[in-house]
């Protein structure tokens, strides 16, 4: 937002911090502070509004920097989150090595709960399976500036999956799975510039799906299942004071007193407890020849209502302010202390947060080919509906943090093709490529889910060592095209385009999948 010259307060700021150390950081006349230098212009105390010149008392800086901070505090200005990124594909081995191809041909371990229900029809007795998914994400972002670069700091992802059928009839077949298809975990150092947009984050959404499927002829054959939906959101962010509203009279933000922009004050932790959604997932296999099946499924958008906490705790800024400052407080009084009162009685306490996110709806066709009787053949389209996600509405307790997360996501599709041939009755080996249109424009890729155009290449194996025991390993190389993208918001008042993009995302992953079948 632009302002009045009246309003910049601290004119040109030179910041002295290669002569001090980071906790010797001082205002004095102009400011001291590690990094940014500025050009230095005088400051007289004629040049403040008559509100900031009356604070000539620093017993009363504290309560009113609360008051005036607690007005027009944003603590999530412009934060975006993104997502073709937190698709996860990996609800099998056996489907994960073939590269997610599963519409028109089932694995015969319960994951065509997901794949696609109607293939439980085909169950012959008691199947139990379960396994996980690794998922080890590597990379980092590289400043066009400073080509100075910082690595993601990811944890391994554990993902589950769990499916227990039973084939009631010939023609009728029951199961109940849980699965985990949506999910989204990106860590990045504290310190990185893009932690204002968010450093540590995690969505998941598990699935759980009561399922029957019967074969109504002997080609064609049906399924659907309820889904219940248990989502649960954290999202960590550093909060820059220098874009707080200083003054609710004259819309005086903190950088326009000569708080630099990139100013930690605090940080905000946004934790749901477990939501509920509901939804349901159908489907359809016609066997059109002898060799060639043709499949679709259909999984519902589930609306989640999120409610949870927000939290905020103090970061120090290791300023202090020099004599004839704006807020009339003694010279060598520390930012922090003025600050410290939004944290404890202000409008930074802990508190109740509500919001809302849309699992989006997936439509999957494809077709699987017996091409010789050990060899396999399949491909499978997929578009999720990801465009129905505009933003996200973030609603405090106190209604003047009140904000929306901005998304502004595009439909994606992916082509998947696998192959599956059995070397033997105990040996099998499979292959696939998957290739993924992201969600996000290229004006939102940021810090908390950095996605490009994937192309994955995956390979698997499966033995059955005993006989009703079967165990699928299955191993995919995501190789996730690098992509410009920014670390920070718009500021207030700017509007967000690809003008922000300051560097270069290059985010991999390796994902790994093991999973145990027993058939009785």
């Not at 998941?204 to 049906?222: E, G, H, K, N, W």
């Not at 947060?353 to 494809?366: C, F, H, K, S």
């Not at 996730?480 to 207030?492: E, H, L, M, V």
Request: proline fraction near 5%; charge should be negative.
């Amino acid at each position: 937002m632009g302002s009045m010259p009246i309003f910049r307060l601290w004119r040109g700021i030179q910041f002295m911090g290669a002569q001090k150390s980071a906790s010797d950081r001082q205002f004095r006349g102009t400011i001291s502070y590690r990094h940014s230098p500025l050009t230095t212009r005088r400051f007289s105390m004629q040049h403040l509004p008559t509100w900031l010149r009356s604070l000539r008392h620093a017993t009363a800086l504290p309560l009113v920097l609360a008051i005036m901070v607690g007005l027009h505090f944003n603590p999530l200005a412009d934060t975006d989150a993104h997502a073709q990124g937190f698709g996860i594909f990996e609800q099998s081995s056996c489907v994960s090595s073939t590269g997610g191809t599963a519409v028109a041909n089932s694995c015969g371990d319960g994951s065509a709960i997901y794949f696609n229900p109607s293939g439980l029809a085909e169950t012959s007795g008691w199947t139990f399976s379960g396994g996980v998914t690794n998922i080890i994400q590597f990379g980092d972002f590289t400043f066009d500036e400073t080509r100075a670069s910082t690595d993601i700091d990811s944890p391994v992802s554990v993902v589950p999956h769990v499916y227990a059928t039973y084939g009631a009839t010939e023609r009728l077949g029951v199961g109940l799975g849980v699965y985990v298809p949506f999910g989204l975990n990106t860590r990045w150092p504290a310190d990185f510039e893009g932690a204002f947009s968010g450093f540590d984050n995690n969505l998941q959404s598990t699935y759980i799906q009561p399922t029957v499927a019967y074969q109504l002829t002997d080609r064609i054959r049906v399924g659907g299942g309820l889904i219940v939906a248990l989502g649960t959101v954290e999202l960590n962010q550093r909060l820059d004071l220098s874009e707080q509203v200083a003054d609710p009279v004259t819309g005086t933000r903190f950088g326009e007193l000569g708080i630099p922009r990139g100013t930690a004050f605090g940080e905000g932790k946004l934790e749901s407890d477990p939501s509920v959604g509901i939804g349901g997932n159908i489907g359809l296999q016609a066997k059109l020849t002898d060799r060639l099946t043709f499949g679709a499924r259909f999984t519902t958008p589930i609306d989640i209502d999120y409610s949870g906490e927000a939290s905020f705790q103090q970061v120090s800024t290791g300023i202090q302010l020099p004599a004839n400052n704006p807020f009339g407080a003694p010279a060598g009084t520390p930012l922090d202390a003025i600050v410290e009162q939004s944290f404890t009685e202000g409008p930074l306490v802990t508190q109740d947060l509500e919001t809302e996110i849309t699992m989006p709806a997936q439509l999957v066709a494809g077709f699987s080919f017996q091409a010789t009787e050990r060899l396999n053949l399949m491909v499978d389209y997929q578009w999720t509906g990801w465009s129905t996600l505009e933003e996200v509405p973030l609603d405090f307790e106190n209604s003047e943090l009140d904000n929306a997360i901005i998304l502004n996501y595009d439909d994606t599709n992916n082509l998947r093709v696998g192959a599956e041939f059995a070397i033997d009755d105990v040996w099998t080996v499979r292959g696939g490529y998957v290739y993924n249109t992201p969600a996000s424009p290229d004006e939102t890729v940021t810090p908390l889910a950095p996605e490009s155009e994937r192309n994955r290449l995956a390979l698997g194996l499966g033995v059955k060592p005993l006989s009703g025991v079967e165990l699928n390993v299955g191993y995919q190389f995501v190789n996730q095209n690098d992509r410009r993208g920014r670390t920070r918001g718009a500021a207030p008042g700017q509007e967000i385009t690809t003008e922000l993009n300051d560097g270069l995302f290059s985010v991999d992953s390796h994902n790994i999948t093991a999973t145990l079948t027993v058939r009785l």
